[in-house]
């Protein structure tokens, strides 16, 4: 195997063939995912990541289906806009028996309809003869079960493994089986509605005769099983109904429409995407990072996931609050780089979690995770004014601060900084966390305790927001520390971190707290968090859309030139979706309003050429030329949460929206559109109690903003 990213860095994913140019076919309910070709087949070739997966574990390896023992033709593959159901259709080449054609192409028309609802993966398959003459065929369905733990899909190997259970054969079902190390039985049962007409321990045969326009429908149903419990299996039609279901739930919420259809593309698409990934915990809902490899909570990811959506679906910012804050670190554990306070990186529940080859269970190797989860409870107070629950989410808030000023400032010197604790744990751990992210202008790693850039403006909002939230709560002296504090911290960064002779922040300081002369993107997370001058944005907001930086696509990661430069990388040159959504917010936030149009510009021509026009996790940054489409990225999962997510912070950059909870109130701040964009209008945006339908119009030398609906006493303010 060839690892894709740099040699030695054991986390990140190893392939030998890229799921980019394989346009796989994504399904998601809860804790169960899938990944199929477009075929509708999970095959053991190619980049190896197809498969039903649950907890962390791959139940369902292969799965094929055959006719005559021939691959059938695609037709047309699709999942529906909505992500409730994978739809194929098929028909097969010319089937031969010696040399004589027994059914010719285009004849057969095989139907593929799959969908996951509670752990259990139900396909339909429906077999039409359009020929003139009855036809006999053979329909093989192939399986296998590897129970691979994901982090070993991921590329790490394992010296033990536990054992397969022999094959139980039923009726009209089949049970495959395996036993962990850590214990757990994992079974994965396939129940047919026909009988099959022959069996084997990889595959069952149906021998079908069809007369002219005759059709036949074949269910199966493959559910993931632990020995202590089981998901009860529905028939196909009333799982369908069911999604549908849960679907039309949530038809009354936010919603963004626009003048432009292959814009409504980009959103509907994100929208469908960004439901799809939130999965229902005892505390609320909580957007998992991403299909496959991080389908999962993940502090990061989640918070940012919800700021993005904070116009649309704010009750997403209370589940993640809520679900962080009851997995907030409470001791030190040196082994997943626990300390008091800190807020969760992500957790596992596979089998290798579970025996601590990876660290993973509960992990904290995050920097930045903790004054996020402050930021973001600001702004949903900010959103919602939802005071009772600031009140009981209060002890995390402090305890995050705790952590901030003691561990996350180990030295005493203002600014927060990381290093590993844990032997197994990211070497890395801010956003950019692969092992070779934070260097020095000649390309030397840095060496820690490291300081990035972006981690102070975390915590610089943070502080700006806790003294909100403690003023709201009477805790006044508390409050005006906090804001000193960040005042104080804004003028320490401005003289720590500027670097005159490349325009920008430093990337981080290193352990003896020498500057990373590097020009990065991460500078615009800085502006983003409203620490920087407005004497350094307007530098820095130029540079980021200059060539070095601005692709065609988007912004990459680092600039062109700088030593370690790679538009191939995981985070050294490739362009990420939710990056460019914080630096947009932050060049709107100083007035840059027409770089941040670019941006959103760039994103959304990149979308119009995409499969599904689903953004990516990240996409290498190679620049745009005529004709050309944006070079993907080998293993980025698709879809992702926080790169769904960016187009609605994109569009409430450039409209400068923002909320007064107190009133309540919308606030448009100098809103602009881009030249395509002609209309936007935004349907049952949650206000207070209230709702409201706006339509925001590009005029020739303004935008206006009108109501179309209110219901409530709600306060709508324009800026121009």
Known sequence: ???????????????????????????????????????GDIHPY????????????????????????????????????????????????????????????GTLHLFRGKLLHEGVHYEHVRVVNYGQEPIDVGLDLRFGCDYADIFEVRGVRR?????????????????????????VVRRTRITLSDAPDGHADGSVHYALRLAPRAQRDLYASVACEYEERAPAVISYDRALAKVEEELAASAAAARVYTSNEQFNDWTNRSFADMRMLISHTPEGRYPYAGVPWYSTPFGRDGILAAMQMLLLDPDLARGVLAYLGARQAEAMDPACDAEPGKVLHETRRGEMAALREVPFGRYYGSVDATPLYVVLAGAYYERTGDRDFI??????????????????????????????????????QGWKDSEDSVFHADGSMARGPIALCEVQGYVYAAKLAAAR????????????????????????????????????????????????????????????????????????????????????????TLAHGERRYNPMSYHNGSIWPHDNALIALGLARYGLKD???????????????????????????????PGQAPTLYPVACSPQAWASGAVF????????????????????????????????????????????????????????????????????????
């Open 1 to 39: 195997m060839e690892e894709i990213l740099q040699i030695g860095d054991r986390w990140y994913v190893l392939a030998t063939t890229a799921r980019a140019g394989d346009r796989t076919r994504v399904l998601k309910h809860g804790d169960t995912f899938a990944v199929f070709d477009r075929n």
């Open 46 to 105: 190619g980049a190896g990541d197809l498969g039903v997966y649950h907890d962390g574990t791959r139940f369902l390896s292969h799965f094929e289906l055959r006719v005559n023992g021939e691959r059938p033709m695609l037709l047309h593959s699709t999942l529906k806009q909505d992500n409730s159901l994978l739809v194929v259709d098929l028909t097969t080449p010319d089937l031969y028996e010696a040399d004589r054609i027994l059914i010719r192409k």
């Open 159 to 183: 010296e033990r493994r536990g054992e397969p259970l022999p094959v139980e054969h039923r009726e009209r079902a089949l049970v495959l089986g395996y036993r962990g190390l850590d214990g």
């Open 391 to 428: 009140e009981q989410i209060r002890g995390p808030i402090e305890r995050a601060l705790a952590w901030i000023d003691w561990y996350g400032d180990a030295d005493g010197d203002g600014f927060v900084e990381y290093v590993r604790h844990s032997a197994n744990g990211l070497v890395q």
């Open 469 to 556: 939230l403690f003023g709201l709560l009477g805790e006044k002296k508390t409050a005006r520390a906090l804001a000193e504090a960040a005042a104080v911290l804004k003028s320490r960064f401005g003289q720590a971190f500027w670097c005159e002779d490349i325009d920008t922040y430093a990337l981080a300081l290193d352990g003896d707290k020498t500057p990373c002369r590097v020009q990065a993107s991460n500078a615009g997370h800085a502006l983003a968090m409203g620490i920087a001058t407005p004497e350094h944005a307007s530098r820095i907001g130029p540079l980021l859309l200059s060539e070095a930086f601005y692709s065609g696509w988007g912004v990459r």
């Open 595 to 625: 770089l941040a149009l670019e941006v959103l510009t760039g994103l959304f021509d990149a979308t119009i050429v995409m499969d599904l026009h689903r953004l990516p996790e990240l996409f290498c940054g190679f620049e745009r030329l």
């Open 649 to 720: 912070q994109l569009l409430q950059a450039c409209l400068g929206i923002s909320f007064s909870a107190e009133k309540p109130q919308l606030r448009f701040d100098h809103p602009v559109l881009p030249e395509y964009l002609h209309w936007v209008e935004l349907h049952n945006v949650p206000v207070g109690d209230g709702q409201l339908d706006l339509v925001v119009r590009r005029h020739a030398q303004d935008v206006s903003v009108s109501v179309l609906r209110k219901d409530g006493d709600i306060e709508v303010a324009v800026i121009v």
